[in-house]
């Protein structure tokens, strides 16, 4: 193993940037990350606010980002925020971000039934629920769902 000559906190900074220009990271995916490498919790915390403080890591930024992303991907609010809060996203911040799609959902739902399925929709029970089935594991309410077959 090559020995470093860096010292940790800036070698903690070039990793957190090597992890950043791949893509955005919440703070807590960043901070995980860099303890899996065996840093310092105390200098992986300075580093994150000097990241912050620098305009390089954001939280809004992250989450603005995910769920542009995985709406477009096909999924529904509840597995969105779901996988937010798994990220360490705040919850209130998940909501603003998912609140910018708020008018979109039911149509992205039909889109996704469609795509998946065809433009009909099913006559007998079975096909119903197994549609309805595909629609919650993608992250839609099962009211929103029902209310689609209606």
């Avoid at 919790?41 to 606010?49: C, N, P, S, V, Y």
Wanted: charged fraction near 35%; include cysteine; proline fraction near 3%.
């Amino acid at each position: 193993m090559a020995v470093t000559t860096e010292n940790p906190a800036t070698e903690i900074r070039r990793k957190a940037m090597d992890l950043l220009a791949r893509r955005e990271h919440s703070a807590e995916e960043l901070r995980r990350k860099l303890q899996a490498r065996g840093f310092d919790d105390t200098a992986i915390e300075q580093a994150l606010e000097a990241l912050q403080h620098d305009g390089l890591q954001a939280d809004d930024r992250f989450a603005e980002s995910f769920v542009h992303q995985r709406f477009h991907a096909g999924m529904g609010p509840l597995k969105i925020a779901f996988e937010l809060r798994q990220k360490g996203v705040d919850e209130a911040l998940a909501d603003e971000c998912l609140a910018v799609y708020a008018d979109r959902w039911q149509e992205s739902m039909a889109r996704e039934r469609g795509r998946r399925f065809g433009e009909a929709l099913p006559e007998d029970y079975a096909a119903r629920m197994k549609q309805a089935r595909f629609l919650q594991n993608r992250g839609f309410s099962p009211e929103s769902v029902m209310r689609l077959f209606r």
